[in-house]
């Protein structure tokens, strides 16, 4: 069965990074677009990072621009964001999720778009 699985989440003080890997099975998602969304207690599920199916493309939200970065290798059919000049806003559950669409010509913002989840990684940032 499809699986993505989320690591890398921890502790780290405002101003510190942290690196998620996200490692996809069951499914190759080489030619779909993938996000990250983060989740914090009592909030909806926040778009964070898109990247499109070849990775040349990527977004971004606005609180997470020039701090963070998305990224791909298809060859591991992994997914990865690197979060650097951490927040304590940005605490929250991260997950990675993978497009329903083949090769879409953009990075969706929606999470309805996703078919495929993580199970999520907490990220604390502390001040």
Not at 41 to 59: D, L, R
Request: aromatic share 14%.
């Amino acid at each position: 069965q499809v699986q993505l699985v989320e690591s890398g989440g921890g502790l780290v003080q405002a101003g510190g990074s942290l690196r998620l890997s996200c490692v996809a099975s069951g499914r190759t998602f080489s030619n779909y677009p993938m996000g990250w969304f983060r989740q914090a207690p009592g909030k909806e599920h926040e778009f964070v990072a898109a990247i499109s199916w070849n990775g040349i493309s990527t977004y971004y939200t606005y609180s997470v621009k020039g701090r963070f970065t998305i990224s791909r290798d298809n060859a591991k059919n992994t997914v990865y964001l690197q979060m650097n000049s951490l927040k304590p806003e940005d605490t929250a559950v991260y997950y990675c999720a993978g497009d329903r669409f083949y090769r879409r010509d953009y990075q969706s913002v929606t999470p309805s778009d996703y078919d495929y989840w993580g199970q999520g990684t907490q990220v604390t940032v502390s001040s």
